[in-house]
């Protein structure tokens, strides 16, 4: 498995095209619970192409995205140039270069998995102020909810080698629970895409564990998708739909 700071290297494009947003209630909780305000100094962990950073920005706070690889750190610069707030950072979970007690909320949208979860732990308490908060973020997918869903689940199964392992780690709960040193929140909130075969094509590739042009499994593995989705669309279109999971809390001692 490569490291993770360089697995995403060929997919950023179709990440930034192809992966889902945040619902509005997510930034929401963020504003009224995590103290996300116009005021606020907002750290973005391992935030790839900016889809979270720029909803932050949205809400007036000054954001740094902290990302170590390359290419998905250029897709956020070229995509929030615009924005006089957003600061691009090459740096870790583990070590983010930014200075110590200098952010008001540290966030990681789709990213924690990949952290190491002690040394990040200590890295966020070292920038945080006091009082300061930390959310972690999750568009996940139900499995089983709908005949699409359960055949594209079963193609995944049958063409990623690595699906099973890497998403039997996201959103584990006590590794969360060690990060914000035990007291911890969740919400939950709807969320959905609806994608066009290309979208559909598009999403899969973004993700870290679909073999790649080159590996025995790409092509059967295109070839059941196009299945799934004739198979599955209405109108042009199938539904992704995902579950918003944010857990949050003070991140502290």
């Known amino acids: 498995m490569d490291k993770p700071t360089e697995r995403f290297t060929s997919r950023a494009d179709a990440y930034a095209r192809y992966r889902p947003g945040y619902p509005p209630a997510a930034v929401t909780l963020l504003k009224q619970r995590c103290g996300l305000s116009p005021q606020a100094v907002v750290a973005d962990v391992g935030s790839g192409t900016g889809i979270l950073t720029a909803l932050l920005l949205h809400s007036g706070a000054e954001v740094f995205g902290v990302e170590p690889n390359g290419a998905m750190r250029a897709c956020a610069e070229a995509a929030l140039r615009g924005w006089p707030r957003f600061r691009s950072v090459n740096g870790t979970a583990e070590d983010t270069t930014l200075a110590p007690q200098s952010v008001d909320l540290l966030v990681a949208g789709q ?26 973020l999750w568009n996940e997918r139900p499995r089983d909810t709908t005949a ?5 689940e079963a193609l995944l199964l049958r063409h990623a080698p690595e699906y099973a392992t890497i998403t039997a780690s996201r959103a584990n709960e006590t590794s969360m629970r060690e990060f914000f040193g035990g007291s911890m929140e969740r919400a939950e ?30 092509a059967p593995m295109m070839a059941g998708l196009r299945k799934v989705f004739d198979t599955h669309a209405h109108d042009g279109q199938v539904v992704l739909p995902y579950q918003t999971l944010v857990y949050f809390g003070r991140l502290g001692p």
Request: aromatic fraction near 14%; glycine fraction near 12%; charge should be neutral.
């Open 189 to 218: 909130f709807a969320n959905r895409q609806q994608l066009v075969f290309e979208g559909l094509q598009g999403r899969l590739m973004s993700s870290s564990y679909a073999p790649e042009p080159g590996h025995p499994e790409y």
């Open 111 to 136: 990213a924690f998995h990949w952290f190491d979860v002690p040394k990040a732990r200590a890295e966020g308490l070292r920038v945080i102020r006091s009082g300061g908060s930390g959310a972690l």
């Open 148 to 152: 699409f869903l359960a055949d594209y």
